[in-house]
């Protein structure tokens, strides 16, 4: 928003009546719902939690370390390349619904009280993500500029890089580009998939040099 003055036009305009359909978004989130497809997406769901937290179990076991949160995400990326399960109708509906309520809740429980009372600890990571956020900010709308790239998509993109599929399709319907809204739920998914593996992988080479 402070960025937009600044920066060049986009070539197409968008008229306040299309920005405020895209925004409701009513069309885009409504579809009908079968009871056994909203059964079976909900089954399917579950399913692969519980599945994930037995093999995590399983792995334990053997003495392999393996999170339950990296078994799930493969399972999901494998169920998506399912054509039956893709056709299933229901999964959009629930998902935005997931959407809407994790934002509702990651909006409440953003306490600087708590923050505070963890001290010294709770003041370097302020300014560590500060630090991350400001400097992924720099990088990519300079480049973004010097590259005549619009300002919607460096800033849907930045979303997607910092929050996710999830914040990113509620900053493009924020700014009326629903042409946005598929790109950024996608990189950001794409990302959530690939951070899920290098996060537990880059936690476990630093971890121990920064406890020794």
């Not at 076991?61 to 998506?80: D, E, H, K, N």
């Not at 229901?90 to 619904?97: D, E, K, P, Q, W």
Request: glycine share 10%.
């Amino acid at each position: 928003r402070l960025l937009a003055p600044l920066w060049r036009r986009r070539a197409r305009s968008v008229s306040s009546g299309e920005r405020a359909e895209v925004l409701l978004g009513i069309e885009e989130d409504t579809e009908a719902i079968h009871p056994m497809d909203l059964g079976l997406v909900l089954a399917l769901g579950l399913g692969a939690l519980w599945i994930s937290d037995l093999l995590e179990g399983a792995f334990a076991r053997l003495g392999v370390s393996v999170p339950s949160i990296l078994i799930l995400t493969v399972l999901a990326l494998v169920l998506a390349q399912i054509p039956a399960i893709t056709r299933l109708q229901g999964a959009r509906t629930l998902a935005m619904y997931a959407v809407y309520l994790f934002l509702a809740v990651i909006g409440a429980y953003c306490d600087v009280t708590a923050l505070g009372a963890l001290g010294r600890l709770g003041g370097t990571l302020l300014v560590f993500a500060t630090t991350i956020a400001v400097v992924h900010g720099l990088i990519t709308f300079a480049a973004a500029w010097l590259l005549k790239i619009d300002l919607d998509i460096a800033a849907v993109a930045s979303q997607a890089n910092i929050g996710g599929s999830t914040s990113a399709l509620a900053l493009a319907r924020s700014l009326g580009r629903d042409d946005l809204v598929l790109p950024g739920v996608l990189v950001g998914s794409l990302g959530l998939a690939l951070g899920t593996f290098l996060g537990f992988w880059a936690a476990e080479q630093v971890l121990p040099w920064v406890l020794n």
